[in-house]
């Protein structure tokens, strides 16, 4: 899928639980599949769930993941509790940690019974994420592929991604959202954003959102970033309510929409072509929501 794919086996996980936790090496191991194109999952008995990167880019977002995440506890929904923290040798040292399974499915639209009150939870969720303190915590860029940057630093590479769909996608609705958007940068203050809030991200329980994962692309930058949700994950139906729980304004709502646009656009344009359709189906539904599929 990548160019720097790193060789994530079976044997591997198998090899690690031996030598780093031997106490749970016994435990069947099964491989989850998802549309995450940064890690790879595995279930290690019914409790604990292992993640290891799966490329060499994604190596310093879960050192930074490992690093942080017991700092984002306590919020309205769950989140991963690590229980081991290892590092394996993949031609280069790559950390992984083994965590707390949480239970429950992605949370898509057939797996949760009421939308408008799963967009208020959400909205909820993230206002406590924002009150989370951000001193000495990783700043929007490097550390997390760039989620909650100004517009400005990733106008180009967007750009040349609408161009590249210019087949699917009105290009010039597409440059006008995203240049009325530049228009309004950010003016608060930098809080925690979690940077990738799609189903395979959110899990649902009983028909409720229950919890929150994959922190990989979490930094301290503009919350718009996570706003796109409105746009890639939140039911049309459930949009205003979401937004009136954020109290999000204007500038910070059409910042959203431009985040929507680009997480869709930068990944439709890599992965279309069948590297990775499901997250290609999620991107199109985004862009549908956005009214620029052709």
């Not at 491989?31 to 999952?41: E, F, M, V, Y």
């Not at 009150?117 to 951000?134: E, G, P, W, Y």
């Not at 940077?195 to 009983?206: C, E, P, Q, Y």
């Given at each position: 899928?990548?160019?720097?794919?790193?060789a994530?086996?079976?044997?591997?996980?198998?090899?690690?639980?031996?030598?780093?936790?031997?106490?749970?090496?016994?435990?069947?191991v099964q491989?989850?599949?998802?549309?995450?194109?940064?890690?790879?999952?595995y279930?290690?008995?019914?409790?604990?769930?292992?993640?290891?990167?799966?490329?060499?880019?994604?190596?310093?977002?879960?050192?930074?993941?490992?690093?942080?995440?017991?700092?984002?506890?306590?919020?309205?929904?769950?989140?991963?509790?690590?229980?081991?923290?290892?590092?394996?040798?993949?031609?280069?040292?790559?950390?992984?940690?083994?965590?707390?399974?949480?239970?429950?499915?992605?949370?898509?639209?057939?797996?949760?019974?009421?939308?408008?009150?799963?967009?208020?939870?959400?909205?909820?969720?993230?206002?406590?994420?924002?009150?989370?303190?951000?001193?000495?915590?990783?700043?929007?860029?490097?550390?997390?592929?760039?989620?909650?940057?100004?517009?400005?630093?990733?106008?180009?590479r967007?750009?040349?991604?609408?161009?590249?769909?210019?087949?699917?996608?009105?290009?010039?609705?597409?440059?006008?959202?995203?240049?009325?958007?530049?228009?309004e940068?950010?003016?608060?203050?930098?809080?925690?954003?979690h940077?990738?809030?799609?189903?395979?991200?959110?899990?649902?329980?009983?028909g409720?959102?229950?919890?929150?994962?994959?922190?990989?692309?979490?930094?301290?930058?503009?919350?718009?970033?996570?706003?796109?949700?409105?746009?890639?994950?939140?039911?049309?139906?459930?949009?205003?309510?979401?937004?009136?729980?954020?109290?999000?304004?204007?500038?910070?709502?059409?910042?959203g929409?431009?985040?929507?646009?680009?997480?869709?656009?930068?990944?439709?344009?890599?992965?279309?072509?069948?590297?990775?359709e499901?997250?290609?189906?999620?991107?199109?539904?985004?862009?549908?929501?956005?009214?620029?599929?052709?």
């Open positions: 899928m990548h160019e720097d794919d790193l994530v086996t079976d044997a591997l996980i198998h090899d690690l639980l031996g030598r780093h936790t031997p106490l749970w090496a016994g435990r069947p491989r989850i599949n998802t549309t995450g194109t940064d890690n790879a999952l279930r290690i008995g019914q409790t604990l769930v292992l993640r290891i990167p799966r490329r060499a880019a994604a190596i310093p977002l879960i050192a930074k993941e490992l690093d942080w995440l017991p700092h984002l506890g306590d919020l309205p929904l769950a989140t991963p509790t690590l229980r081991y923290r290892g590092h394996a040798d993949l031609g280069m040292d790559c950390p992984f940690g083994i965590f707390d399974w949480i239970d429950g499915t992605p949370a898509t639209p057939e797996n949760i019974a009421d939308a408008d009150a799963a967009a208020v939870v959400l909205a909820a969720f993230l206002n406590s994420l924002h009150q989370k303190a951000t001193t000495g915590a990783p700043r929007s860029g490097t550390a997390n592929m760039s989620r909650g940057v100004p517009l400005a630093e990733i106008s180009e967007t750009l040349a991604a609408i161009a590249i769909l210019a087949d699917e996608i009105d290009t010039g609705a597409a440059r006008r959202l995203w240049d009325t958007a530049l228009a940068p950010h003016r608060g203050r930098p809080v925690w954003l940077g990738d809030l799609k189903a395979d991200n959110l899990l649902a329980l009983d409720r959102l229950s919890a929150v994962i994959d922190w990989g692309l979490s930094a301290v930058g503009d919350p718009a970033a996570d706003y796109a949700a409105a746009w890639s994950w939140v039911s049309p139906s459930a949009r205003h309510q979401f937004r009136d729980c954020l109290e999000a304004g204007d500038g910070d709502w059409l910042r929409k431009a985040w929507a646009l680009y997480g869709a656009v930068i990944a439709l344009s890599y992965y279309r072509g069948g590297r990775n499901p997250l290609c189906r999620q991107c199109r539904l985004t862009l549908s929501r956005l009214d620029l599929l052709v």
